[in-house]
Structure formats: C-alpha cells, structure tokens
C-alpha cells in the first residue's frame, strides 16, 4: 500500500516497486504529479502481488490460515509447500486462501458445478486403474511427473485422459497448480483416499 500511495502522486523514472529506503533517498518535490492522482485497484493489485510474491511462505500462511479455518493437521504443511505456486497466480491473500482450499480439509473435496462433468464414467474407471498403480511415498513432483508419463503409455493414455479428472478428484476444481504438485503435496495416502471416495471406488 505504501509503495502503491508513493507512485500515486510521486514518481522515479520508470520504477514500479520502491522500497521505503530507496523512497527516502530518490524523493523530490520535482516529480511530484501536477495531475490529479487516479485510484486504480488494478495497479494496487498488481504491485500487491509482488510483495506476495516476496513474502516468507510461513508469514503468508499466518495471514491465510484465518481465512480457511483448516481442518487437517497436515494443512499448513500442504499449504506451505505449494505456496511459491500459489504466490504465482495471487494478487491478494484472498486469492491465496481460495486457491488453497482443498489442501486444509481431509477428505473428497467439494466438487465444483463446472468440474463434475470431468468425472464420468470413462475418468472414474481410469482413475480406478490408476488408484491400483500409484507408487509408494514419499512423493515428489519430478518423480511423480516420470510416473505418469509411463503409467499412460503403458496404459494406452493421454494427459487428457486423466489430468483434469485427477485435479477434479483430489481438489475439487478445474484449475490448481500441476497436478504433480498437488499430488506430492497432498501425499499417497490423502491423494489415495481422495480419489476412493471421489469416484465411489
């Protein structure tokens, strides 16, 4: 917000993102703004999302965790290890709370109206084969990525095939961060479970 306030009526060149230090040593009433200011919440955002982007992941979940209210006793690990890609698509704490809401509750998710028809019965029976083929943990997204590309050439399959009933199954939604990492975030047993009861297997 500060440094949002400081372009409003102030500027240093083509500087976007000003530290308060930098602020002290560049200020001049030679570039104050002679125009009047405009308001824009688009460019507060946008300069809001670099500081997200900063910020240390334990402190930003401090400020999510109030807002999901978590369940599990393993949602601020889950949340933790997919904040640098939460971070990527937030401009708000808001957006990184909504974005994380299948990692701090155990269990099938919420499925969302525009993600149900992902789960048909050709993806139910592919995710039933896959159930029956996932590796032991730990689980990391590289090695799960390797696991996958074989698992679907062995099995005659696209990504297409099982990617976006995948992500409807363990998040509930049909945008996440890649399916590698969230499956490496929720673990075997979780990822497991979800897609169990997801798909009534």
């Not at 104050?32 to 240390?56: C, E, Q, T, W």
């Not at 696209?158 to 590698?180: C, E, F």
Request: with cysteine; glycine share 6%; charged share 30%.
């Amino acid at each position: 917000m500060v440094n949002y306030l400081l372009r409003l009526g102030w500027s240093h060149g083509d500087e976007e993102i000003i530290s308060r230090e930098d602020a002290m040593a560049w200020f001049g009433l030679d570039r104050v703004g002679k125009a009047p200011a405009r308001f824009d919440m688009d460019k507060l955002a946008d300069i809001n999302s670099h500081y997200l982007r900063a910020m240390d992941d334990g402190e930003l979940w401090a400020l999510v965790a109030p807002l999901v209210t978590p369940t599990s006793p393993n949602a601020e690990e889950r949340v933790t290890k997919l904040m640098p890609l939460l971070k990527e698509r937030a401009k708000t704490h808001k957006d990184i709370a909504a974005a994380a809401g299948f990692l701090v509750h155990d269990g099938a998710p919420e499925i969302q109206e525009d993600a149900a028809g992902l789960l048909d019965e050709n993806a139910v029976t592919n995710l039933h084969k896959l159930l029956g083929d996932l590796p032991e943990g730990p689980w990391e997204a590289e090695t799960l990525q390797t696991f996958l590309k074989d698992w679907l050439a062995e099995n005659g399959l696209k990504m297409k095939d099982i990617g976006l009933p995948l992500r409807a199954a363990l998040t509930g939604t049909k945008q996440s961060p890649s399916i590698v990492d969230v499956m490496a975030a929720l673990g075997p047993e979780e990822a497991a479970d979800r897609i169990r009861k997801t798909c009534k297997i």
